[in-house]
């Protein structure tokens, strides 16, 4: 199944840049896009993100053999009807989001007849909008490709390629078993950034600015992740919510045992704790996702 031409629906950090990325690494495809905001299509044509920004959901997906919706997980359903009049006869849908069986079913329903091969680029920053994207977000990236079981083989070794083409590498997995591992790798880490922000947000009257001027002791670093765009987090929380729970309740028994290790004053359980913690960083490093300097390389990029 060759891939000619690539829609792009929602224009912001991950659709901007797999737009930037195909002109990057794909030269030969032609791509084409549109977002619900006309603000941000304005600024998408401005920036080039892909060759030509459709007034219409219809017209973006129209010569499409391929269709990415990249819009929060709580909106892929109205992408989907929004395009539907549009698409020719076999193109393929997939999209970004980072949470899977909501999303898969949501897109089957609103697309029947359609070939739906749901993915994930666990690939991302902070930042969000048609400004954020950038063509090298994916180098180096893992994207989970989700495919029902029906589905098509040599459908799914196209978008494998799409990807891997995008500097991707791809991993397969059922939707169930993508939404349990980014609950604890991905979802739980925000929540508990989102938390830990807020608490000492809330603080910030007692301790009178101390707070940011020392954050450097840890706190920035949650910082960073709990600056990530609320309307994507609140989707995701929304939509892997069986998931999420069920890790928030591991989380919470270890916390805790390391809360009651304290209280007896047990220093090797947490020193043995701590000592096996510091080796999954180590291994991360090795792995090449992630960075071994101070500032974790965030400068430039991020995850998601
Ligand atoms: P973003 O920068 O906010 O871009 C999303 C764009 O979609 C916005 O321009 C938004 O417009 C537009 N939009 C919203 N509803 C729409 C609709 N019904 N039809 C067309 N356009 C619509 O968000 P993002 O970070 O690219 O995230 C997009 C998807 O990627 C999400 O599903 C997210 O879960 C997934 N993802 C994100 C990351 C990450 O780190 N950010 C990583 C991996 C996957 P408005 O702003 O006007 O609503």
Redesign the pocket.
Same mark, same amino acid.
């Given at each position: 199944m060759p891939i000619e031409r690539v829609a792009i629906? $929602?224009? $912001?950090?991950? $659709?901007g840049s797999i737009g930037l990325a195909v002109q990057a690494h794909l030269p030969g495809m032609q791509t084409t896009g549109? *977002? #619900? %905001?006309p603000a =941000?299509r304005k600024r998408a044509a401005e920036r080039g993100l892909v060759g030509a920004v459709c007034d219409t @959901?219809p017209d973006a997906v129209a010569e499409a053999d391929l269709v990415i919706l990249?819009? /929060?997980?709580g @909106?892929?359903g !109205? !992408?989907a009807a929004?395009i539907a009049p549009g698409l020719k006869a076999g193109a393929v849908i997939s %999209?970004?989001? #980072?949470s899977k069986q909501t999303v898969a079913k949501a897109l089957a329903e609103a697309l029947p007849g359609h070939p739906v091969i749901p993915a994930? /680029?666990? !690939?991302?920053?902070e930042r969000?909008? /048609?400004d @954020?994207g950038f063509a090298s977000l994916f180098q180096q990236r893992w994207c989970i490709i989700t495919p029902p079981d029906d589905a098509d083989a040599a459908q799914v070794a196209a978008l494998s390629a799409f990807w891997e083409a995008l500097g991707a590498t791809v991993e397969i997995m059922t939707p169930q078993h993508h939404d349990m591992v980014l609950a604890v790798t991905s979802h739980l880490p925000h929540l508990i950034a989102y938390t830990i922000v807020g608490t000492a947000d809330d603080l910030e009257d007692v301790t009178q600015g101390e707070v940011i001027k020392y954050s450097a002791g840890g706190f920035r670093d949650f910082t960073r992740i709990a600056a #990530? %765009?609320p =309307?994507?987090w609140r %989707?995701?929380f929304l939509t892997n919510k069986d998931a999420v729970l069920d890790m928030l309740q591991r989380f919470t028994e270890d916390l805790t045992a390391l809360q009651k290790a304290i209280r007896m004053g047990d220093g090797q359980q947490l020193f043995d704790h701590f000592t096996r913690t510091r080796a999954i960083r180590r291994s991360i490093i090795e792995e090449g996702q992630d960075d071994a300097r101070p500032d974790f390389g965030r400068s430039d990029h $991020? *995850?998601?």
């Open positions: 629906i $929602g224009l $912001g950090l991950l $659709g549109w *977002d #619900s %905001d =941000t @959901a990249c819009v /929060p997980v @909106a892929m !109205a !992408a929004a %999209d970004v989001g #980072s994930h /680029p666990v !690939a991302g920053t969000s909008g /048609p @954020a #990530s %765009d =309307t994507m %989707d995701v $991020g *995850d998601g």
